[in-house]
């Protein structure tokens, strides 16, 4: 798989992308996370225009999954509950890791791909994302706690440390 930054004639395959993993979420019994047409269009420019949009390709060039790397604070990361960061150092934050599905292996691609390039990594997800809370640890991410989002909402909270 090769990852390249997101263009905005991808914004309706990352769409595409996004109502196929909300549909797997409520398939596996995740019927809280990314409601509401969460991540909408405006977010997925908003990240391409940033520069953090990232998609996933697969061997045919077609775009199979996509995650944002934000590099600096998290405005949500900055109190965290019922543990502690392992350290304050600069650091990445991966948000919004989705996949189509077609292929196997996106998430490895994307976490490898960002530890080959950071060497401080924060993510977070909902309680119920019983996928990522497996994928995150198998790849040496460490829970640290819990955070809230912006709407108040709890998230498990991980880092990894090269």
């Not at 060039?61 to 392992?86: C, H, M, Q, S």
């Not at 640890?137 to 990894?160: L, M, N, T």
Request: hydrophobic fraction near 40%; charge should be negative.
């Amino acid at each position: 798989m090769e990852i390249r930054k997101t263009m905005l004639e991808d914004v309706d395959s990352l769409l595409m992308i996004f109502e196929r993993a909300r549909g797997f979420m409520r398939s596996i019994g995740n019927y809280v996370q990314w409601i509401n047409g969460y991540p909408s269009r405006e977010q997925v420019v908003r990240d391409i225009e940033a520069g953090c949009s990232y998609c996933v390709l697969n061997a045919a060039n077609k775009v199979v999954g996509t995650f944002v790397a934000v590099e600096g604070e998290d405005p949500t990361y900055r109190e965290i509950w019922d543990g502690a960061w392992l350290n304050d150092e600069p650091y990445v934050t991966i948000h919004r890791l989705a996949s189509d599905g077609s292929e196997k292996g996106m998430a490895e691609a994307c976490l490898r791909w960002c530890m080959a390039r950071w060497d401080n990594i924060r993510a977070d997800t909902h309680r119920d994302n019983q996928v990522l809370l497996h994928i995150l640890p198998k790849y040496g991410f460490r829970r640290c706690g819990i955070i809230h989002v912006a709407d108040g909402s709890e998230r498990i909270a991980f880092q990894w440390l090269r």
